[in-house]
């Protein structure tokens, strides 16, 4: 009896199994893309190990013995059983998508339209996960990403969506009281900034400011744009976003905008993929699909787009 701990070896039993199958050592060593001499020694130590011939030999080809042919069985069945399990393995993934994007594009840009997708491609299951942290596309765990940036990854493959811009948005009951805000930054205003410091430097300095902006001129300091931008429908405060992204509330009236400047630092959303995923026919669908929707949405955009001054962001002196 061969006990577990005496189990043969994958590579001998896999190296039996297609001699078995197709007859002869030279043809199951071209499937295996190795030699005539490593199948038989294979099949030879795993005929030691269970202490059993399996073939008889002849100069051409090899004949199952009794045994041989018991075991052929179920080694063929269980092969079988194994590939086809690979097959649906590959096609269930082919149906699923899984993408990682930053959490205001996702939920303020994409989730709005991914029920269009779905109708053009009900038979893949998209799953989306919101992450402001650039999420590791090498290992499996996502199939693409949308992210801000310059386009240049190493070993993905990208596609521009839309530009990175933002302008000073908020309610419009707070339009008239904020009507100086293009002024010295340093001034007070009835109601504070909203969004992120280094984003309203940046547009200041499109304005030819180039000095700090007091700490009391900002609100609650928020974790994401969307955030910023559901406070300044609140009344909360004037937020600084992308006219872009946030168009459905800018066409709605439930914001406006603050100011006319609209900036952009350089970057722009990008869909990305890994570059031996470029066949892949989920993402090829998705990335189709994905280019229509921002190319609809940069057209509309245009006058923003239009008049938006590029102001690169000021890097810290090397020390």
């Not at 904020?178 to 547009?203: A, E, I, K, M, T």
Request: net charge neutral; glycine share 8%.
């Amino acid at each position: 009896m061969v006990s577990d701990r005496r189990f043969p070896s994958l590579s001998a039993i896999r190296a039996f199994e297609a001699a078995a199958r197709l007859g002869s050592f030279a043809r199951a060593a071209q499937e295996l893309d190795t030699t005539a001499a490593s199948v038989s020694y294979h099949v030879r130590r795993l005929e030691q190990q269970i202490g059993v011939g399996l073939f008889v030999r002849h100069p051409n080809h090899v004949i199952l013995t009794r045994s041989g042919d018991i075991v052929a069985r179920e080694a063929i069945n269980a092969f079988a059983a194994l590939r086809a399990s690979f097959v649906q393995a590959q096609q269930a993934n082919d149906m699923h998508l899984s993408l990682t994007t930053l959490p205001s594009l996702g939920t303020s840009w994409l989730t709005p339209k991914l029920g269009r997708f779905r109708t053009l491609h009900p038979d893949i299951a998209l799953e989306l996960d919101l992450s402001a942290v650039a999420e590791d596309l090498s290992g499996g765990r996502y199939d693409a990403a949308i992210r801000n940036g310059h386009g240049h990854w190493p070993g993905l493959r990208t596609a521009e969506l839309l530009p990175s811009l933002f302008m000073p948005m908020c309610a419009p009951s707070l339009r008239a009281g904020v009507s100086d805000l293009g002024r010295d930054p340093r001034q007070p205003l009835p109601v504070p900034l909203l969004g992120r410091p280094d984003w309203w430097s940046l547009w200041y300095r499109a304005l030819g400011f180039d000095g700090a902006i007091p700490p009391d001129r900002f609100g609650t300091q928020l974790s994401a744009e969307y955030l910023d931008i559901a406070a300044a429908i609140a009344g909360q405060g004037v937020a600084l976003g992308s006219p872009i992204l946030f168009r459905n509330e800018l066409d709605a009236g439930r914001l406006v905008p603050a100011h006319d400047l609209v900036v952009g630092d350089g970057r722009a959303f990008w869909f990305t993929y890994p570059a031996a995923r470029h066949d892949s026919r989920k993402i090829a669908s998705f990335r189709q699909w994905l280019c229509a929707e921002a190319a609809r949405d940069v057209d509309a955009a245009r006058g923003f787009i239009r008049r938006a001054v590029i102001i690169e962001p000021q890097t810290a002196p090397a020390t």
